[in-house]
């Protein structure tokens, strides 16, 4: 890039040279005018600078020891003379010749260039570490090869920052500081703040800060200094390197509270008070002995709590969760804006005690996937098949209670994959498969939700033969056509098997139908989708937490319904849509999607409602989509879930109940079973009829 | 918004190297030939940063810099020098005249790339 402005450079140095020869007649007339040699001085020092940046190495060396004449002239330490005058027309020559030339290749020239420079020198004491005077001289000799770095690990480093107030004045943003050094590793940063005056005084000119920087890195003490380079003189900096290990990044318990007691003592840290994290080096025998020690160095990072602890903690902190909201709200009613100020910072809190419980309760499903690798391997020598169970995304992490739900479904669904699904080794060969089955069990977020995928790659399922059963077992009527997901579904009905006699595997009365109302227990949802020959694949649709859910309030009647958000795609008005009615199945027409709907009113009131400016809910229902009618939709909330007592227990299309803010109560509707239990009411209208 | 860098160089290959490298970069770049010249820009408009030789005619780099920190608009804005001098004497005169750093000469357009980044992100 450079190259294009080599050419400039060159004529911009020859316009130097010209000046300076002029210069110099007129120096030779006045050696006493000061202005000349700054002149003089000037047009070397560009052509001196400009050299070394556009590749005339050579030039720039050659002109750095005339320069160094002129400077000396310049600080009265030399006075002009002919013979210097003549030496420095001559050098001028030199130049242009340098200037046409480029860099020296030649010996002959190098070593001209050599005397040239001995000769300038003599009036001078040669600066032996000037870097570009010593590169003249030995212009072959490489440079001295660094030693290679050995493999240094990281070195850990307090580095205590002290401005001076005045640091702002020269444009120093100190903060950039502070970005270059944590760029170069871990680190931990604390502000000393004390020396800020009160608001009153407060001048934001002035610097009154200080700052203590940890730093975990691979480089060197130079390299800290050197991103002080700029504030040297108005920084006092002081580098002191801790006892190693890598403390810093993790930042282990005991150090989070020496760093908490420094920021709140304004004591500054001590390079002592890091020894405690010093490693104590393992010599290998004594393991018992160590280990005891180390027990009693080692302050407690984890505890084991008993769940049910935790479970009263997240029930607590789900009370008061209820309970800051009616305070909230009182205190907007009553508007003192100290009460509001304290229910803002009670809400500040009650989130994060939300969120710490809310976590403290979840755990990974991987911990629990290992008793199924287990069965899968038992279950392979039973059965005489080869299989394996792979598992993707096993850190996923859930709520306790959840996971405690989810271990027997997926128990059966793995069962039924090796008992079922997966064929005998011959008969897969025979199907050109892989004589080995594989079952994969896959977890991923997905929005609010956990989905876990189990699927085999096993004969899938055959809807002819489904379908058949379901006839032969009275859930379906003969003559009535059924969609694909539909004969599946099948599978959910209660009292229908698959398999066609009851195995030790897996039979054993536990049908899918149990599996959909456990996975239903916890607000999940169950679907399936099977290719003959190719598999069969369930998905559990899971929340992420039991007692805390997103949901949206609505009225009906003027009582409080909650419909979990996440089960809602869409609200729609009643202008966006087409009604029609045949028969009983009510539907309209969405976006060229015949969608039936429930009016909620009816189902719970029976009592119809033609207000048009109802809302109508679009809810997932399996792969399908449902409308739910409501008649009024208040907004957003969280909400606190709590059971049912013991005589509404079989109520199963409400889940829950949550009390709101306003310490009113609402009821929260499980969508599926609704609309289950709406469609079973129908056919059995239809059926009476 | 793209930041303003005035370049103040005697030197017209130099001025065309760090105006090319810094408008490369997306700088907004203004151009001064010395101190004296330099001046007509400081009229309150936004500039971002300062980068100045030292020897120049007419005005120059040290005194530039301590006209520059006497405008109010611009008291705080960094400002860096050019030298090829490794002598800390050169350094502190120009630091004491309100300089924020200094880049080295000669200089390759990393170089002066990561000294600007230094003092305005």
Redesign the interface.
């Known amino acids: 890039?450079?190259d294009k402005?080599k050419q400039?450079?060159v004529e911009?140095a020859l316009d130097n040279v010209a000046d300076l020869e002029e210069a110099l007649f007129q120096l030779e007339k006045e050696p006493e005018n000061e202005e000349l040699v700054e002149?003089i001085?000037?047009s070397m020092?560009?052509i001196?600078?400009?050299?070394?940046?556009?590749g005339f190495n050579d030039l720039?060396a050659f002109t750095h020891n005339l320069e160094t004449i002129f400077d000396m002239v310049r600080n009265k330490k030399l006075a002009v003379d002919k013979e210097i005058i003549s030496l420095t027309f001559e050098s001028l020559d030199y130049i242009r010749q340098l200037l046409d030339l480029g860099d020296l290749t030649d010996e002959e020239g190098i070593n001209r260039q050599k005397e040239y420079i001995a000769k300038i020198q003599r009036y001078f004491t040669p600066d032996v570490s000037a870097?570009a005077a010593s590169k003249a001289a030995a212009p072959a000799a490489p440079a001295p090869a660094a030693p290679a770095p050995a493999a240094q690990s990281k070195k850990n480093y307090l580095i205590t920052i002290e401005p001076l107030p005045t640091l702002?004045?020269?444009?120093?943003?100190p903060l950039?500081i502070l970005?270059?050094l944590t760029a170069m590793g871990d680190w931990k940063t604390m502000a000393f703040i004390k020396d800020i005056p009160p608001y009153a005084d407060f001048k934001p000119?002035t610097l009154g800060i200080r700052w203590q920087v940890l730093l975990s890195t691979e480089q060197d003490v130079n390299d800290i200094k050197d991103v002080f380079?700029?504030v040297e003189?108005e920084c006092k900096v002081d580098i002191a390197e801790l006892v190693p290990g890598n403390y810093i990044a993790e930042s282990p318990e005991p150090l989070v509270a020496l760093l908490a007691k420094a920021a709140a003592d304004e004591q500054y840290l001590k390079a002592a008070d890091f020894e405690q994290f010093k490693v104590v080096k393992k010599t290998a025998p004594k393991p018992k002995e160590e280990k005891g020690k180390a027990a009693a160095d080692a302050k407690i990072s984890t505890m084991r709590v008993a769940s049910s602890k935790i479970d009263e903690l997240v029930n607590a902190v789900s009370e008061l969760v209820t309970m800051q909201a009616q305070f909230s709200l009182l205190a907007e009613k009553n508007g003192d804006p100290n009460l509001i100020a304290m229910a803002e910072q009670m809400e500040k809190l009650t989130r994060q005690l939300r969120e710490n419980s809310f976590e403290m309760s979840l755990i990974p499903l991987q911990g629990e996937l290992v008793r199924f690798q287990r069965l899968v391997r038992d279950l392979s020598k039973t059965l005489n098949k080869e299989l394996e169970f792979v598992v993707e995304g096993g850190d996923i992490e859930l709520d306790k209670n959840i996971i405690e739900h989810l271990m027997d479904p997926m128990l059966h669904i793995i069962r039924n994959s090796a008992d079922h699904g997966i064929e005998l080794p011959e008969e897969r060969i025979k199907k050109g498969k892989n004589p080995k089955g594989t079952i994969l069990l896959k977890a991923f977020y997905s929005g609010s939700s956990v989905i876990i995928k189990i699927s085999d790659d096993g004969k899938g399922m055959d809807p002819d033969k489904l379908l058949k059963k379901g006839i032969e077992r009275g859930l379906v009527d003969p003559g009535v056509t059924l969609s694909k997901s539909e004969i599946l579904n099948l599978i959910f009905a209660s009292g229908f098997s698959t398999a066609e006699k009851v195995s030790d595997v897996s039979g054993r009365g536990v049908g899918m139908d149990v599996v959909k109302s456990k996975i239903a227990e916890i607000r999940g949802d169950v679907i399936v989708d099977s290719e003959k020959d190719q598999g069969t694949t369930l998905t559990l649709e899971l929340p992420l937490t039991l007692s805390i859910i997103d949901g949206l309030l609505t009225k009906v009647k003027g009582e409080q319904y909650v419909v979990p958000l996440s089960n809602i795609e869409r609200i729609l008005t009643f202008v966006e849509v087409e009604f029609s009615q045949s028969g009983l199945s009510k539907s309209f027409l969405y976006q060229g999607e015949q969608i039936s709907y429930i009016d909620v009113a009816e189902l719970f009131y029976s009592q119809k409602q033609d207000d048009a400016k109802r809302k109508i809910l679009l809810v997932k229902f399996g792969d399908r989509r449902v409308g739910l009618v409501v008649d009024e939709i208040v907004g957003e909330y969280q909400i606190v879930v709590k059971p049912l007592g013991r005589y509404m227990r079989r109520i199963d299309m409400i889940s829950g109940a949550s009390v709101m803010g306003d310490g009113s109560l609402s009821l929260v509707i499980d969508t599926n079973r609704l609309i289950n239990y709406y469609n079973q009411r129908r056919l059995k209208k239809k059926e009476s009829e | 918004m793209a930041k303003t860098v005035l370049i103040v160089d005697?030197?017209?290959?130099?001025r065309?190297?760090v105006n090319?490298t810094l408008q490369n970069e997306g700088y907004e770049v203004l151009v001064g030939v010395d101190g004296e010249d330099a001046l007509k820009y400081l009229d309150g408009r936004n500039i971002d940063?300062v980068i100045t030789d030292l020897?120049?005619?007419n005005l120059d780099g040290l005194g530039l810099i301590r006209k520059v920190?006497e405008m109010d608009a611009y008291?705080?804005?960094?400002?860096l020098f050019?030298t090829?001098e490794?002598q800390t004497e050169k350094k502190?005169e120009a630091?004491e005249a309100?300089?924020?750093?200094?880049i080295i000469?000669?200089?390759v357009?990393a170089k002066l790339l990561s000294a600007i980044s230094?003092?305005?992100?």
């Open positions: 890039m450079l402005f400039k450079f911009e002149r001085f000037r020092h560009t001196k600078g400009g050299g070394a940046m556009f720039s870097p702002l004045d020269n444009g120093t943003n950039f970005d270059d000119l380079i700029f003189d | 005697d030197s017209e290959s130099i065309e190297v090319f940063i020897h120049m005619p920190r008291k705080h804005i960094p400002i050019l090829t490794s502190m630091k309100g300089a924020t750093g200094w000469k000669p200089f357009p230094r003092v305005i992100r």
